[in-house]
Every structure is written in C-alpha cells, then in structure tokens.
C-alpha cells in the first residue's frame, strides 16, 4: 500500500526534526524516524551529536513494546551495516516493526538498498521514495560528500537589488535587515563550517560564530587565505581557542605568520595553490571533505565567490536581496567571471521566495544538483 496522506505528513515532520540535527551529526546524515501505531505517533527520536546514536535507535528506544506491529517513518534509508551498534534495519525488525515508509537511499556503500532488502527479507512492508525531493535537500551535504568527496556549499550572499556587498569604500554594515541577518545566523547552525575569503577576513573582521538565543552551534570558522594573511590580532585569531578557526593556506604561507596564528589555536591546512595567486578550491573542498564536513556555508567575499562559481562547486545560493540600489561604483557581490557569452551564463534553479521583514531571501539550486538521488 502506498504511503497514506497521514504518512506523508508524518514524513514532512520527521524531515523538520532531522533539519534540526544539522551542523551537529557531520559527518554522518541527520535521519529522524517517528515511529506510529494505530494513527498516533508513539515515539520519535533524531541522530544524536556527532552522528551517534542513530535516528531509529533513539525512537525504538522510546517506543519500547509500542514498536511491535508499528510503522517508523524514516527520513533516509535505515543502516544495514554493523558499525558501532547493530544495522538499524535489523533493530527494526527484531522490535516488530510491520511497515517502514521512508525516503531516498543511503549512498554508503556499506547500505545502498542493502537496508531497504534486509528490511523486506525480514517480512516488512516498505514504501520508498516518499517526499523524495525534500530528503534530497535535507541530506544534501552527506549526498554530496558521498558522491563527490567535498561538502555541500551554499553560497550566502547579502546584496542590493544590482548585487552590491559595500560602497566603494568598504561600508557595508547594514545593507540588509535584522530579520535576514538573524536567518544568516540560523543558517550558520545548520552548517557544519563557514567559510570567507582573506579580503572578507581582513576588511569586516567577523566572528563568524552563531548568535541566536537557545541555540548551541559550533560551526568550524574556516578562511580562504593562501598567503596566511589573517592578522593575529583580529577576531577569528583571537577566539580561535574558543571556536575551531581553521586556515586553508598555499604553499607561499610565509611559516613566520604560520606559526604566529598557530600559537593562539588557529588550525592551518595546506591546499595546492590555484590561478591567480589564489587556492586551487576544488581541492581545498576536498580536503574539507576529508576532514568530514557535510555542510559548508560560504559568507563571500566576490572573489572566493566568483572562484567557486566558475569553478562549478557552489551547489546552492542563498540570495538576500535589501530593497535597495548602490550603483556600479559599489562593490559587487561576485568578482569577475570571465563570461564572454549568454552560452556561459551561470543559471540557477530558484528552490523558494521568502520575503524577511522588508528584504527577501532567494534559494536556488545549481543546475547540476550535486545531491540528486
Ligand atoms: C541510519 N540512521 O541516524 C544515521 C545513519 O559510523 P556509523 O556506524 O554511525 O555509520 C554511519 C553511517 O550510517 C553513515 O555513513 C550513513 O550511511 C548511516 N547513517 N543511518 O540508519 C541514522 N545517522
Ligand atoms: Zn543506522
């Protein structure tokens, strides 16, 4: 039978429980399971920090006997290996599980349709593929990390209505509302890692942690900067010990600079050097990857955000427009990027409009959605 209209809703509010976990369970997916029995919801439970407990334990957990003759709706295909605790799939069947209404495969190979099989060896009746496109956004980082070895990144840029970050002469505290500034917050929680460029670094200073009451988030506070130019004195530097503050640097980093940021807990990563003096991005995406990061919002500036759009690996935008106009002599929110024609025009999917007090919040997908399932 296919998943019933109460399913389906069960389904969206598993996806907004998972959402919650994101930023927290890298490098494993957030998957939620809210587990039914005779059309109420008798248990729920997401992954815990860092990846573990999995989703399905913490409900089975709490639904204890409730479980036999149940249905758990599942936000991602249930495990079929054994890790540091059994394949939930088998955890599912051995509680009495009778149905499992879920989303999209889990791209691991260790699982990839291995626990929707043990789950139906077991007698279970399993629906698949039920709200498959929100699971694909939910799970967008593991996807992509699965698929291409290098976080997800989203792209968050806060411009005029003609894409200006600042006046010509760097001003640009505020350009958008307290509304946008607070979702850029939130969006920082849902990520694994924030990443700017060195020019961002040296010229707005940011902390780049997440401030918005009740929430605990610990984003790891990443700067592009191949020349280790990043002053000991500035924020990032000196919270460093505080928040995890990583350095992407090329081979030119001066050691001398290195080791000044280093003594006060700056973390520095070497990445090949790139065109232009800059980091080669795709491998530093890479080397992010390794590390386990899912999840990589990037704040600008225009040239680390031109290099990663011309380079291909911005997966998502996030677009707050203010209803306002600098002009061209402002700076802009992309750098050059070389295109000659309409044919290399850079187009993008819009995902969702949403208006935030007087400004409004645009995501687009890249047209070669990285996280398609
Ligand atoms: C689930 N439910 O809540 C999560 C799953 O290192 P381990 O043993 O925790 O396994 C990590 C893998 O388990 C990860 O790559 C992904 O395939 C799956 N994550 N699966 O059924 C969960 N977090
Ligand atoms: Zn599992």
């Known amino acids: 039978m296919p998943a019933t209209p109460f399913e389906q809703a069960t389904m969206r509010a598993a996806l907004g429980l998972a959402r919650r976990g994101l930023g927290r369970v890298a490098p494993n997916p957030s ?34 006997s409730e479980a036999r003759g149940a249905t758990a709706v599942v936000t991602l295909e249930p495990c079929a290996h054994h890790g540091k605790t059994p394949p939930c799939a088998d955890a599912l069947a051995t509680a009495g599980i009778a149905r499992v209404v879920s989303t999209i495969r889990d791209p691991d190979p260790r699982v990839a349709g ?23 956004e939910l799970n967008l980082g593991f996807l992509t990390r699965a698929r291409l070895g290098r976080p997800a990144v989203t792209l968050k840029l806060a411009t005029t209505l003609d894409g200006r970050i600042a006046t010509r002469t760097g001003e640009s505290r505020w350009i958008t509302g307290e509304a946008a500034r607070r979702e850029a917050h939130a969006m920082r929680a849902e990520s694994d890692a924030v990443l700017v460029g060195s ?38 530097a000196r919270t460093a010990g505080d928040h ?12 001398e600079r290195l080791k000044a940021l280093q003594s006060v807990g ?17 491998d530093a995406l890479r080397t992010l990857g390794g590390e386990g990061l899912t999840r990589l919002l990037v704040e600008g500036g225009g040239r680390l955000a031109a290099g990663l759009l011309s380079a291909r690996l911005v997966d998502r935008l996030a677009w707050f427009h203010a209803p306002a106009v600098l002009g061209s002599e402002a ?32 995501l687009l997908a890249a047209p070669e959605a990285a996280g398609k399932p």
Request: with cysteine; charged share 25%; proline share 5%.
């Open 31 to 64: 998957v939620a399971c809210i587990i039914l029995k005779d059309g109420r919801v008798v248990a729920r439970g997401r992954t815990g920090e860092g990846g573990r407990p999995h989703g399905e334990a913490v409900a089975l957990a709490q639904a204890g």
């Open 114 to 136: 291995q626990g929707f099989d043990r789950l139906r060896a077991a007698g279970i009746e399993v629906v698949e593929g039920v709200e498959a496109a929100a699971a694909v």
């Open 199 to 236: 020019g961002t670094a040296a010229e707005d200073n940011p902390e780049l942690t997440c401030r918005i009451e009740g929430v605990s988030a610990r984003p790891v506070r990443i700067v592009a900067d191949s020349g280790a130019r990043l002053s000991p004195a500035s924020r990032l």
């Open 244 to 255: 995890p503050t990583w350095l992407l640097v090329g081979p030119a980093a001066s050691e």
């Open 266 to 282: 700056v973390r520095a990563i070497s990445v090949a050097a790139g065109p232009n003096g800059g980091l080669d991005l795709a």
């Open 331 to 362: 700076r802009p929110a992309v750098a050059e990027l070389g295109v000659e024609s309409l044919a290399e025009l850079l187009r993008f999917r819009q995902l969702s409009a949403r208006r935030l007090g007087d400004d409004r919040l645009t």
